[in-house]
């Protein structure tokens, strides 16, 4: 099953369409609700939601991003991440707030923000660079495993481990006792 529903500009799915031909990142504002397709590159301005998706390139959301079952590769988003069953490959940029559920990030996840957490996902290092005053909270929940480090670059950062696995360090924080 195939779908793509747009919301917002009229013009938007032939814009993106053309775009996408051209092998250049495709642009959208509004609501996007994509499906089980293909898309080498996309920037939202709006709210996003992937079920089934695959982004073979940049992923660029100002705005609410929810992926389910999706497989994307360098995200950059700005706004409130929620991720299920859910595999990046590449960087990650995230400032808002971040939610993983069973989700695999095989590269390093650059945070700003208060909050993330991880359940019963795998990643890599993780490097958070919130404002000087403002502490982050990092969640691991539930078989969680970090091959890397937890690095807060403020130096006021919390990491409270329920059945995680840390092998790592953590820079500039500390464990919640």
Do not use: R, W
């Amino acid at each position: 099953m195939k779908y793509l529903l747009l919301t917002g500009f009229v013009s938007l799915a032939l814009t993106a369409t053309a775009s996408f031909a051209e092998e250049k990142c495709g642009e959208a504002k509004g609501n996007m609700i994509v499906g089980k397709v293909t898309l080498q590159c996309l920037k939202i301005t709006g709210t996003a939601k992937f079920d089934g998706t695959t982004i073979a390139g940049n992923l660029h959301i100002t705005g609410p991003l929810e992926a389910k079952s999706a497989k994307l590769s360098s995200l950059k988003v700005a706004g409130v991440v929620t991720l299920t069953d859910t595999t990046v490959s590449g960087p990650v940029n995230i400032a808002g707030t971040l939610e993983a559920k069973n989700t695999t990030f095989l590269d390093k996840i650059l945070f700003q923000g208060k909050s993330a957490s991880f359940t019963h996902s795998t990643l890599k290092d993780i490097e958070i660079t919130s404002k000087a005053s403002q502490k982050t909270t990092i969640y691991l929940e539930d078989d969680s495993v970090i091959n890397g480090n937890i690095t807060f670059k403020n130096g006021n950062g919390l990491v409270k481990n329920h059945h995680a696995t840390l092998n790592g360090k953590i820079i500039g924080g500390k464990m919640a006792q």
